[in-house]
Nanobody, 119 residues
Framework: QVQLVESGGGLVQAGGSLKLSCAASGRTFSPDIMGWFRQAPGKEREFVSAIRWSGEITYYADSVKGRLTISRDNAKNTVYLQMNSLNPEDTAVYYC????????????WGQGTQVTVSP
């Protein structure tokens, strides 16, 4: 059983910053890729960023490049998403997800954490 638990969401003013965390646990947890997704009200869930667990390769959606930074701490089984220069369009529920490898879908999902950016 794999569990992903997000934290760090909240309310911030436009231009502010937040840092999300995703703590992973599980007896045989060994995904190659960890990702962040978000879903705004009335919109579909969209990809935000991802990082390979075994290396430094990262991926970002064009809308967040230069503002959001993904990182991980393998010793803590935790992935982070540092979010800077936030704007109201970033308001959404942010989900952490894990996939075994690039050929597999994201199988494991967290419960989500709300990020609200006020004008």
């Amino acid at each position: 059983q794999v569990q992903l638990v997000e934290s760090g969401g909240g309310l911030v003013q436009a231009g502010g910053s937040l840092k999300l965390s995703c703590a992973a646990s599980g007896r045989t947890f060994s995904p190659d890729i960890m990702g962040w997704f978000r879903q705004a009200p009335g919109k579909e869930r969209e990809f935000v960023s991802a990082i390979r667990w075994s290396g430094e390769i990262t991926y970002y959606a064009d809308s967040v490049k230069g503002r959001l930074t993904i990182s991980r701490d393998n010793a803590k089984n935790t992935v982070y998403l540092q979010m800077n220069s936030l704007n109201p369009e970033d308001t959404a529920v942010y989900y952490c997800a894990a996939r075994v490898d690039s050929a597999s879908p994201y199988k494991y999902w967290g419960q989500g954490t709300q990020v609200t950016v006020s004008p």
